[in-house]
């Protein structure tokens, strides 16, 4: 018994062999990056614990109560094959247009923004289901309009008018970073399918257009970006939140203060451990920190982007086109969040995937990553199978 434990063990740790029929590294970088998700967001929510519950541990539970449900989903979703992804799209689009209704209705008002659905003792986003909900269905739409997008000169209208839709939506919360995100992905997945330059002149201007109309009418967005410019020219009023930011990542230097020794986290910093855990990252583990879990992600950014290539080469539009939104997906926002944090990009509400406190990002990404693993699994298949052919 101690022996087949062992040999299992030996097989686990070793990178995935080419005979393998799952990508073991994409599993390891999942769980991973969860592990040092959830022990950071235990040492930055420890203060605001204490003072809002009197239970240092409280955010630290649910977190815990959250993963255990990323890693039950990713155990479900693992199973379920990408056709019927395919297949039921529509209703998987369906169902997240109308939560996104729903929030404004029954949703829950958090610092000026109704952007989740209270259900129990939790509260879910729809805008993160949304965006694998987007990523789906143009999936599956552009193989269905493929040759129309690509030669067709307003062929790109109907997405864009899609993407409208959810992003009116989500601006009504307001959302404008998962809006940015939507934007993003719509742009980057008529890029992988070769659509015409033309159509991307265009989205680009419309979408720069709308975003400078949307800063320049919202007085708190003005702010935003003032703030973002010169955040220590009112380092206690706009500028609060991110100079403290920068402050905790000039603290940690290249070596980090050290877990569990962030000064900024002591209520200093807000919202220290959902969308600014990464300066607490930075104050506890210095840049040295900061470089893994960036090369962490990239990692899992390009094991996914593999995966689309791979997919396409079978011929298998749909899987690839699908792969590949995840992979953009995975890394804008990993991107947006770690530059909002280090000023590099104005203050957007986006989590760190797989890294940042909250239930709705973690399942769903756990989900996106199940998807990522399923697909990669039938493409081995698919390749076995040529190759039996071959030997016949």
């Known amino acids: 018994m101690r022996e087949k434990i062992k040999q299992e063990w030996d097989k686990w740790m070793k990178l995935t062999p080419a005979n393998s029929l799952y990508d073991r590294a994409l599993i390891w ?15 930055a929510s420890i203060p605001v614990s204490t003072r809002l519950y009197d239970d240092p541990f409280h955010f ?11 890693l039950l989903a990713f155990s479900q979703f693992i199973r379920i094959p990408s056709d019927k992804w395919e297949k039921w ?40 289901l949304a965006k694998l909900s987007v990523i789906c269905y143009f999936a599956s739409f552009y193989v ?10 307003w062929g790109f209208i109907r997405p864009f008018m899609i993407l409208g839709v959810f992003g009116g939506l989500l601006l009504l919360q307001p959302d404008l970073g998962s809006t940015a995100v939507l934007f993003v992905l719509t742009f980057a997945m008529l890029f992988i399918m070769g659509a015409r330059l033309f159509q991307f002149i265009v989205l680009a201007v419309v979408g720069a257009l709308l975003f400078g109309a949307l800063v320049l009418t919202s007085e708190y967005r003005i702010k935003r970006v003032t703030s973002f410019m010169d955040p220590f020219a009112d380092a206690y009023g706009d500028g609060f939140q991110l100079s ?29 451990h959902t969308d600014f855990v990464m300066a607490v990252v930075g104050e506890e583990f210095g840049l040295l920190g900061i470089i893994v879990i960036v090369l962490l992600l990239c990692t899992l950014t390009l094991r996914a982007l593999r995966i689309s290539k791979e997919s396409l080469v079978l011929e298998e539009r749909f899987k690839g086109f699908f792969a ?12 947006v969040n770690l530059g909002v944090a280090s000023g590099l990009l104005p203050t957007k509400g ?23 693993v399923r697909i990669d699994h039938e493409n081995r298949l698919v390749k076995v199978g040529h190759a039996h052919l071959n030997d016949d």
């Open 29 to 43: 970088l999942f769980i991973g990056l969860l592990t040092i998700g959830f022990v950071m967001v235990t040492s």
């Open 60 to 70: 630290a539970i649910r977190d815990a109560f959250y993963v255990a449900i990323s």
């Open 89 to 128: 799209n529509v209703w998987f689009f369906m169902i997240s247009l109308l939560l996104l209704f729903l929030v404004l209705i029954l949703g829950k008002n958090v610092n000026g923004a109704t952007r989740w659905i209270p259900i129990g003792p939790i509260n879910f986003q729809p805008a993160e």
């Open 144 to 153: 269905r309009r493929f040759d129309e997008i690509r030669t067709q000169r």
């Open 244 to 272: 403290n930011s920068q402050m905790a990542f000039g603290q940690g230097e290249f070596w980090g203060s050290g877990l569990g020794n962030s000064i900024q986290k002591l209520e200093y910093l807000p919202e220290a």
């Open 324 to 335: 590949f939104g995840i992979a953009v997906w995975i890394f804008i926002q990993g991107f």
């Open 350 to 372: 986006l989590t760190f995937p797989l890294i940042s406190y909250g239930g709705s990002s973690l399942v769903v990404m756990a989900i996106a990553i199940a998807v990522l």
